[in-house]
């Protein structure tokens, strides 16, 4: 009920705020992958879809292919930048499609359009440090046979894809077993830190030239073209041919060399995306177009109300579940033990799965992100109320029912003032863990402290890390010192007394 009601608020807030531009659309929402390419081209899409007067939000950095491909399908997204490669090999493998014009139809299947190509192929191949494929003679993919014991990483999406190192694998007939995933920012450093020798590369990618990497020769022809395309919703092409027509002006207008010199100005030079992507539509379109800028405090701001947003609804939730079941499993114990047991098993699910499981529920956002944190805080209200109440002395309880109070008397009167420093230290537990939890939330467009330390570590700004890490800490220590402080307020004097020794 708590997820359904703050969906409600949020999509109302929305609807609310946004200005109504023509015919059915009121804001569009274009999504991008988390990197840094597929950020540029969605401040591309975003820009463009602005100059027409229409209000419209970039969601970036919505984590993998599946998570953006399920959001355009629902309509939390209406646009976003695709690869046929993907599209043909991952996203619809299982309908064999063989060219553009089967593609098309397929995606019609789903109410989805594709532009044409916007002119660059960017494929996913295989490399290594230039020095090192010299010293063992490897030029050729099919060359790492002969290297069983190299240390392979591939980024995380790329392990499990369709299009990736199962098949590759396979196709190759590669021997190598020390082979581990990671995210596709870290894996260039741990290339050049010798951490790993070979990982997979997007083909445009800034990094190759610049840390002097070899790409080596797909000599079997594993990997399809993936050439770079616009993905939206059936709606968005009928009701708004304005914006359908500026976003399709970037059809066949951007190079190999343009996109790669584009992610260049974004992670070597550390230029600000939404910047990149206007100095291109300008220099190549003509477009004039006005970039927001936002000063560090007023980031900061946005993050921190939206980071309070996430972990005080959750809270509130698991407090006003958590409390009451927790008093039910002390006064019905079998029960109890059941109810304890599903709160720990729901905590042993790791933080992204319970975000992803989320998605086909509520969406992509803030919804998924309170109701995953919401599941989370449960266990430790819940087990701190049981362990509480049932910690009272027995002598205690014979007293009070000797007096004749009735039952709801003696647990607001008597037990739970008892109780009270221990659930208090349930809630304090909880409140901590959500500060710190709720960063990964910007991985499904919740935003909050995680949206800065996401970009920081794509970016390899350890500056942008630090902007939001240091919040979420001084974050968790005020939630702990405000606890500590309503501890004096909440927990009757006599059990706030220093035990004697």
Do not use: C
């Not at 879809?49 to 953006?68: K, M, W």
């Not at 800034?206 to 919703?233: K, M, S, T």
């Amino acid at each position: 009920m708590l997820a359904v009601l703050v969906e409600v608020g949020i999509a109302a807030g929305t609807v609310s705020g946004a200005s109504s531009l023509a015919a059915d659309v009121s804001l569009i929402n274009v999504g991008s992958k988390k990197f840094t390419e597929s950020v540029i081209l969605g401040e591309m899409l975003t820009l463009l879809v602005r100059t027409t007067g229409a209000e419209v939000e970039h969601r970036a950095q919505l984590g993998g292919t599946r998570v953006l491909w399920n959001a355009l399908l629902t309509g939390d997204v209406d646009i976003y930048p695709e690869y046929t490669g993907t599209l043909f090999r991952e996203i619809l493998a299982d309908a064999n499609l063989t060219s553009l014009t089967d593609l098309r139809a397929a995606l019609a299947g789903h109410g989805i359009h594709v532009s044409r190509p916007l002119g660059f192929n960017n494929t996913y191949a295989i490399g290594m440090l230039a020095e090192l494929a010299d010293s063992l003679h490897i030029r050729n993919i099919s060359d790492l046979t002969r290297h069983p014991h190299l240390r392979l990483g591939f980024t995380n999406e790329f392990m499990d894809r369709g299009d990736g190192w199962p098949g590759l694998r396979d196709h190759y007939q590669l021997p190598h077993s020390d082979v581990r995933g990671l995210d596709h920012d870290l894996a260039y450093r741990g290339l050049v830190a010798g951490n790993l020798q070979v990982t997979d590369f997007y083909s445009t990618d800034a990094e190759i030239a610049y840390y002097g990497l070899r790409v080596l020769a797909d000599d079997q022809r594993y990997f399809p073209a993936y050439q770079a395309v616009i993905l939206y919703r059936d709606d968005l092409a009928v009701g708004s041919p304005a914006i359908l027509g500026n976003i399709l002006k970037l059809e066949g207008r951007i190079s190999d060399a343009a996109m790669a010199g584009l992610n260049a100005r974004a992670k070597i030079e550390r230029i600000p995306e939404s910047r990149v992507a206007a100095a291109y539509l300008a220099a190549e379109l003509g477009l004039a177009v006005t970039v927001p800028r936002h000063t560090w405090w007023q980031r900061l701001l946005r993050h921190t109300g939206e980071h309070l947003t996430m972990v005080g609804i959750s809270l509130l939730g698991a407090v006003i579940l958590a409390i009451p079941l927790g008093i039910f499993a002390v006064r019905q114990p079998r029960v109890g033990q059941v109810i304890l047991g599903i709160a720990g098993i729901l905590q042993t699910v790791p933080s992204l799965a319970l975000l992803v499981f989320m998605i086909p529920l509520l969406g992509i956002g803030a919804p998924p992100a309170i109701m995953a944190l919401f599941l989370y805080s449960l266990l430790p209200i819940l087990r701190n109320t049981h362990a509480g109440l049932s910690g009272i002395a027995p002598e205690l309880r014979d007293s009070a029912e000797a007096l004749g109070l009735p039952a709801n008397t003696r647990l607001w009167r008597i037990e739970l003032p008892l109780a009270s420093r221990s659930i208090l230290a349930g809630v304090k537990t909880s409140a901590v863990i959500n500060v710190g939890t709720a960063t990964l939330g910007a991985l499904i467009g919740a935003g909050g402290y995680g949206q800065p330390i996401l970009t920081g570590i794509r970016l390899d700004d350890v500056g942008l890390i630090l902007q939001g890490a240091v919040p979420a800490a001084l974050l968790a220590l005020a939630m702990q010192g405000l606890f500590e402080m309503s501890e004096k307020i909440i927990v009757p004097r006599g059990l706030r007394l220093p035990q004697q020794g």
